[in-house]
């Protein structure tokens, strides 16, 4: 069965304290990667597509990275308006029409 | 949000009451889906649809019908709601171009609807 798993939960960090989240799956083929950030009471946001092992993408102080079992998304010198939920969803080579699978995100909160 | 609009954008509602939500874009694209976001569960699709008047089920479809008479409006409809209804219903769109925003799902703000 194709799952996405993200980790931790939650995530307290104090401002300038880098760390990482996780994002593990298990699909049949994977199309595509990607990365969302969700602010309370919004819709996602989209912030990257991975579509292959090795590949990396960064927007200022996010990183996103990718292997063949997760991807990660490094966090370096965090500001508390990173704070948000981070979403990870994948696509499968099973789907048709890009029906993504979502993880159920890590909620970051980065005090100043 | 990016050309797609939903409403309403807070609704409450009876068990057993019909309700319609609402999706409208003007980006043109083809592809439109509907979502619920339930804590614990993450996004899971309720209905897509890949043109006018073609649809099909996401993995959570029991209880919902959608209907697309034009390419800009994708609408969700609860026949007669249910308190397990209570959520927040995103709508997205995605183009399926070439480049650096292909197949990349762009979502509304969301709805939220509370079944009493």
């Known amino acids: 069965e194709d799952q996405v798993t993200q980790s931790p939960e939650a995530l307290r960090l104090q401002e300038g304290e880098s760390s990482s989240l996780n994002c593990s799956y298990t699909v049949s083929g994977l199309r595509g990667l990607f990365w969302y950030r969700q602010d309370p009471g919004k819709g996602p946001e989209f912030l990257f597509t991975?579509?292959?092992a090795g590949e990396e993408k960064e927007k200022e102080r996010l990183k996103a990275t990718l292997t063949k079992k997760e991807s990660f998304l490094h966090i370096t010198a965090p500001k508390p308006e990173d704070s948000a939920t981070y979403l990870c969803a994948v696509d499968n080579y099973g789907g048709a029409t890009n029906k993504l699978i979502f993880g159920t995100g890590t909620l970051l909160a980065v005090q100043p | 949000d990016a050309g797609i609009t939903q409403s309403p954008r807070h609704k409450v509602t009876e068990t057993g009451t019909p309700v319609t939500l609402r999706c409208h874009q003007t980006?043109?694209?083809?592809?439109m889906y509907w979502y619920r976001q339930d804590p614990g569960h993450g996004l899971r699709l309720i209905h897509y649809?890949?043109?006018?008047?073609?649809?099909d089920k996401g993995e959570v479809s029991d209880g919902y019908s959608v209907s697309r008479s034009k390419t800009e409006d994708f609408l969700l409809t609860l026949e007669s709601a249910t308190s397990s209804q209570t959520s927040v219903y995103f709508c997205?769109?995605?183009?399926?171009?070439f480049g650096a925003g292909a197949n990349v799902l762009t979502f509304g703000a969301g709805s939220r609807l509370t079944v009493l």
């Open positions: 997205a769109i995605r183009d399926r171009g």
């Open positions: 991975l579509y292959s």
């Open positions: 649809s890949y043109g006018v008047k073609d649809t």
């Open positions: 980006e043109n694209h083809r592809y």
